[in-house]
């Protein structure tokens, strides 16, 4: 199985992406579990498809439809998603007829210092992904909040309850990816 995981915080210490690691650690060994860079895409335009789209997009569409499932994690910026998650969206949707978001299983996290765990950028996140035939597992709904208070100084779980949660969580994507493709 091809995970292909999309973190919508560029920054280097991003909790974000480190909650995400601490969920896809608890899948199968045998599961190639990429994080896909996307802070390079430039920003779509439509322009760029007319002729030869810059190699960047070509590398992120191609991989994107080599990928068996997704994992889509998220902060939140102004109760909104961040514009390279956004902006990846738009690449891998483009151009016409040619999406690379098609018939596959996918799933949404969603991570915040504050109190509402990134409630905003999830809800946004999932009204983008309602656009494609993903899909999209519906529970556990994925909203890390205080996540200051849940990892210690080497980006590790060290609240119980929580690491529990997110070991949950790994299992139920896996069990919606498998039931996605015992359907097939």
């Not at 992120?60 to 499932?69: C, L, V, Y």
Request: charged share 25%; net charge negative; glycine share 6%.
């Amino acid at each position: 199985m091809k995970v292909s995981v999309l973190v919508g915080s560029l920054r280097k210490e991003s909790y974000t992406k480190k909650i995400t690691k601490e969920i896809v650690q608890f899948l199968p060994d045998e599961w190639n579990i990429e994080f896909v860079e996307i802070g390079n895409l430039p920003l779509y335009n439509e322009e760029y498809d007319e002729g030869t789209p810059p190699e960047e997009y070509v590398q992120f569409r191609e991989k994107m439809k080599a990928s068996d499932a997704y994992i889509f994690a998220t902060p939140e910026y102004n109760r909104s998603m961040p514009a390279c998650i956004k902006n990846a969206f738009d690449v891998g949707s483009r151009p016409q007829g040619n999406i690379c978001w098609v018939n596959k299983p996918a799933a949404i996290f969603s991570v915040s210092p504050g109190q509402l765990g990134a409630f905003g950028a999830n809800q946004h996140l999932r009204q983008t992904m309602s656009m494609f035939p993903l899909d999209l597992m519906k529970q556990p709904e994925v909203y890390i909040s205080n996540v200051a208070e849940v990892l210690n100084e080497e980006g590790k779980v060290v609240k119980e309850g929580t690491r529990d949660f997110l070991r949950s969580v790994a299992e139920s994507f896996q069990k919606h990816v498998e039931k996605f493709y015992e359907k097939k």
